[in-house]
């Protein structure tokens, strides 16, 4: 028997020229290494005589015999004899065998290895050829090429040419396919050679890339990795060619037709399958923007429905979804937040197909920066309507899990934003999701616990939260007994923060206030002129209170996904011979007792800020407990394009960070050194002035500004230079920022507003409307930190007052019938009818003005007996009048129903 097993098919029904050709193919096979040109054609001139010889037996047999002892010759002497006349012997039994395949989607055991051993053959004989004038040329005769397209097309038709009974078949087909994809990157290359000879396949091609079964013929697989690996190679060698060919047609998006719209359709839905990688996007974030694009096109949005039907409505559908997809890799979120896509994503809140509008609810809560939501005239309507989402679900399909998954992640995406997170609780979401616990299985309720420990950083969430006995007693029993070491360490953040937090801070507070005052002097025993002994005492100097030890330098905070970037910052500052607490194995924190105990022992907390820490309950949780500790807090950006803010960016204020995205690593960690050394040249501040937000009153005893420290005179002696009164406030330069402080007696706000302008008062005037009592506990601090005095609570009010007089907006007009000018919307052509019926848009104080307003004109109207013109023209201007109040709204609701009551 041979050595490659062709004797498989010997028996009794062989014939002569089987037998013979079999006889010299292990001849061939004994002497493959050294076998010359001639002796191989030779060889073949006796297979290709044989075989013509006995034309009307089959040679399948004869074939597979022949084919694998040909594939153990060496390349270069195969190539030689490439254009023998025996090769032309295998094009009909090669297209019998592909047309067999189609037509019945198997094979018998004879075809389906000559199938696997004619195209083996033919891919090594072309991948060894040089020259385009390739052999056996009928491979690229238009009559074969278009045997094969004309099957293409119905390739994912059927799901029996996927199964696992037609996989080598598969297999064979590829090769073979692959064999004129290599062909046509070489004619690319060429200048001279015609392009257009496998033209042919490109109508099949995009009929089958078109067609339905596309995208649903990789669900086929069962293997998952094999379909994975499939996926990414293919979006891998395609996605910058996807880009070039968006670039080149959403121009012309108002001339796609319908194969056209299915073409793009299902290019997104591969880039969506779930099987995709993301990371393949990093590298060529021009296709995310493309597809930002068309979600920002007129005549794509304005053409949603309500279902499917639309070819709109599915482009846009899939494109949403994509991004949605996307974003869990920062980077491309990163990318995302910098279009400012938010303006667009809330229009497409207001769409009729449901899923496409909870998705771009769930996208907004993952792309939408404070900024953004501080800019939207009614934010709270984001978090109200996933909480109604959240409610019905419960209550109609409380086994849904996948929904209510999706749904209770978006709602934690979006009390990230603290104003979001206010909203939630004003509208007595707190209770409701606590009893959400009580109702949903397990596998949901870690993303419940964690919506809880977010929202249990305000303190009126808190409040609510320790009220509640049962829920106290709930997580404390997870907290200690659970399985689920996830779920467990939620509670156990829980715990932390609604009870033994504050008690911690009490008691640090405690201890460093007994300590202030038996250290706050020393006893010294000095003889005296008179000599006599007499007991002096020393007031203690601010640098020996800086002296304290500490265990470890210092403490590093970050999330597990930044951990790369981390552990080389880690490496680079234990060869500095500091000493670092850090946790390296536990992607969801360490015990909080632990984290505590670390922060205290620690003088500096770094901070390693990016999108994924924001976002992180049990970073936030020791973010803040360095803060309320008065550690020496070292920011840094380990995220490239992560711009701090919400609670982050109001925690590190007006500190300096090190940012690792835009410098070199080296450099980052040279300013990093310099940073620890300037601040170790600063007293450490107080234990015992904390943030105050934790319900528990501060032992910190009242000291006046006199007995701490005084301002200079650069500050308080000052002369009026500019005429800041003539400009507006956001044109102030920082003189005339400081003039107005002077002018205005708030000369303790002027050293904390060191190079500030009137864009930037604005921002801080911002920051203290939406968190007044954490506002002033900061600037309180860093006014400490910087001229050792406090800011009184008098001239912080009056700070208040006075920007609430001067940035408050002109009075609208207090009559009806508003000048078309002065508003950008047109009159409506509605009738009186659904104009007054026009409801449910606002809420419940603005629509009882606007319904005032609607009586009032309408009555004046009747009374003067108006025609059915009249009223029509009061209805047009009560129309752009609610549309006005709606603009006005959030500025001056008092003057604006003052003025049009009346």
Known sequence: MSSYGRDTFMGEGTSACTMLINYHCNIIVQKVKTISKL????????????????????????????????????????????????????????????DQWFQNCKLDEKQRLFFRNVTKFLKILFKNTETLDCNPSWLFASSFISMIATQIADLVKSKNYFSDKSKR?????????????DYQERINKETSFTKDILFQFVGPIVRCLCSNDYIDSFEMKKSSSRIEQMINSLLTAMVSQYGTLLNKTIPFIFQWNQPMFDAINHLLKLANHKSTNVKVF?????????????IDTSILYNNIVESLSSQETMLINTAISFLVKVTSEPTILTYIKQQKTTSILLRLTSTQYEPLRFNTYMLLAHTATEEDIK???????????????????????????????????????????????KSLVKINGVPTLVECTKKCIEVVLTSLFEILWTLSFLPDAANVLRANTEFIDKIQMISQSSSNEEMKKLCQGLVWKLIQEPEFLEKIAKKQQDKEDDDASETKVVIGDDGIE??????????????????????????????????????????????????LNNMFGPAMNAMAEAVENSEFVIMCMSDPYKQS???????????????????????????????????IGSRIYVNFGVCDFVTACEKLLNEISLQRKRPLPSATDKLGSHGKPSNKRSESPATSGTLSDEYTKRTISSNFKAKTLKHWTESDLFDFLFDQRLNELMPLCEKMDGQAIIQLYKMCLSQKNETYNLLNAELKSGQQIKLPISVFTRFLSIMERITEPPTPPIFIPIIEEELPYKPSNKSPISLYEMAGTYDNE???????????????????????????????KIHRTTRFITDWWNKSYDQCFADYSN
């Open 617 to 651: 309950t049990y970073c936030q949780a020791e973010a803040e407990y360095a803060f309320n500790c008065k550690r020496r807090l070292l920011p840094l950006i380990v995220q490239t394009g992560y711009r701090p803010d919400g609670w982050l960016g109001f925690m």
């Open 282 to 294: 990093i590298d060529h974030l021009p296709f995310v923007n493309h597809i930002l694009t068309l």
């Open 375 to 421: 800019a939207m005239p009614k934010p709270g309507i984001l978090v109200t309507v996933v909480y109604r989402s959240l409610n019905t679900l419960i209550r109609e399909k409380p086994d849904d899990q996948n929904q209510m998954r999706q749904t209770l992640e978006t709602l934690k995406n979006l009390v990230q934003h603290d104003q979001l997170k």
């Open 39 to 98: 002796e191989l054609i030779s060889f073949l001139d006796t297979c290709q005589r044989e075989i013509k010889l006995s034309s009307n037996e089959p040679h399948l047999t004869s074939f597979n015999y022949i084919l694998p002892a040909l594939v153990l010759i060496r390349p270069s002497t195969l190539v030689a004899v490439a254009r023998h006349k025996f090769f032309s012997l295998l094009r009909t039994p090669l297209m019998n065998a592909i």
């Open 534 to 583: 007499h007991v002096v005492r020393k007031k203690k100097s601010a640098q020996d209170d800086a002296d304290r030890i500490f265990q470890y330098d210092m403490m590093i905070s970050y999330c597990h996904a930044n951990k790369d970037i981390v552990y080389k910052i880690h490496e680079y500052l234990l060869a500095q011979g500091f000493k670092i607490w850090i946790d």
């Open 846 to 876: 603005q629509q009882r003005m606007i319904d005032r307003i609607k009586c009032i004109a309408f009555r004046g109207a009747r009374d003067v007996g108006a025609t059915f013109i009249n009223r029509q023209w009061i209805s047009d």
């Open 169 to 181: 078949e598969l297999k064979s087909f590829t090769r073979l396919f692959s064999i004129y994809i």
